[in-house]
């Protein structure tokens, strides 16, 4: 196993692979490191085992921040049993890529993971590695996916589960949460009020909070969709991705899961051009971008993209320094066009996305009509999570015909295509 120590992403002070996730030092932000200088070099072999490996994320275990158990054959493999996630659908997307004027555009369709949404990969490693430390219970701030994923882990492992949330989600998140038995608590304020309080409550409970306690082993999960996007390409990395960006941190671990295979030799190439997305109603990340900033300034969120309503986005220093490093960019869309982009998806691919989709579908869709994208490249199109988690976005989009059961009523109401 390479996993090695914390390190300050700061300062670079190393710490104890354990329950920490920022520096006493300088107060910055925790992350794994790795020891890959033992590791298998030949890339043969090391592709072969990955292709050996389970259909799902933990065949990428030994990029991944878990000890793997005692050793031994069942060892290893023995802590992670639960919901396994990953091995989502890449699709190539050529009607898509025709409305949009490109050549070559794929969909990652995280959708589809066992609570539909990519989150089920970073509370995998998350859970995993909390089970390691010897927690028993787990939790998590979150603005809807991350808490039908903590409650779904909860039950399939047998573990308490607390999931704090914005008192006004969407209705189909607090259904597809409550139903798994977790304690969930609806907060009357936004996320970053959530945020706050389950971090004082992290001071004071023996908790596993996936995303504050345990984030340093919870982000490297979103490492697992490059190596995917790599793997399902046959081992190429793609020009550009285009990616959905709360917290920033889903956007920078996809290319640190780039980085990391290139340097092990298992990938060649650049680091894909990175472009965030946000909605304009919650875009610290992308108005820093265009103004030159280097910082983000923190927002007041108020967007149909809930999932995306972080107004002061941990990650968004690095997620700025990787887009402008890689010739990517971040941009806001509004609500109509996260709403054109939801449509625009649906109807080029059969995928239904729930308006986190729609904001990269529709930053993809402004980044084509800018002639941002050289028609030759090779775009990866990422799809977060499911269309039947956010319905309201859809409602009132389209007409039903009613109509009485006979065949005059269907001629005399519904227009039908004429053949040519
Ligand atoms: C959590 C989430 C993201 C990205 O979150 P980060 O905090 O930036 O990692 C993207 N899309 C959906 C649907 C999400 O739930
Ligand atoms: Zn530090």
Redo the contacts with the bound molecule.
Sequence with gaps: MAVSHLECKECKAEYPLEALYVCERCFGPLEVAYDHSRSQRDVGALRRRIQGGPQNIWRYADFLPLAGGPPGPSGRLASRVGLPAGCTPLIRADRLAERLGLREVWVKN?AANPTH???DR?VSVAVTRARELGFETIACAS????ANSVAAHGAALGMDSYVFIPADLEEQKILATGVYGTKLVGVRGSYDDVNRLCTELCAERDWAFV?INLRPYY?EG?KTLAFEIAEQLGWEIPDRCV???????????IAKGFQEWTELGLLEGETPKMNGAQAEGCSPVASAFAAGQAVCRPVKPDTIAK??A?GN???GPY?LELARNTGGSVDAVNDDEIRAGIALLAQTTGIFT????G??TAVLSKLAARGDIDPDERVVL?I??DGLKTLDAVRDTFETYKIDPSVEAFESSVPEAVAV
Excluded: C, W
Aim: aromatic share 6%; glycine share 10%; net charge negative.
């Design positions: 995280d949404s990519f989150k970073v603005t809807g996916n991350l995303n982000a979103s990616i959905p960006v709360a917290s920033g941190s889903l956007f920078t671990k999932s995306l972080i986005p941990a990650d997620a729930e308006t986190a989709g904001v990269s990422v977060t999570g």
